[in-house]
């Protein structure tokens, strides 16, 4: 992560940790983040707007 951006391509980490989406429609990240607080900033296509989910699990 540089900036707060996912810069690298993780769609075979995703699918390995068994937590991959089932919906096309869904997205993932997988982070290592240290403890603490963080806030996420979601943004549509273009920039447009809806309603987002988001979920931090802890997978170790």
Excluded: C, F, K
């Amino acid at each position: 992560i540089i900036g707060g951006i996912i810069t690298q391509d993780q769609v075979q980490d995703i699918q390995n940790s068994g937590h991959a989406p089932g919906d096309a429609s869904e997205s993932a990240i997988i982070a290592n983040l240290p403890p603490g607080n963080y806030t996420a900033i979601v943004r549509g296509v273009n920039n447009t707007t809806g309603v987002a989910l988001v979920e931090a699990y802890d997978l170790h």
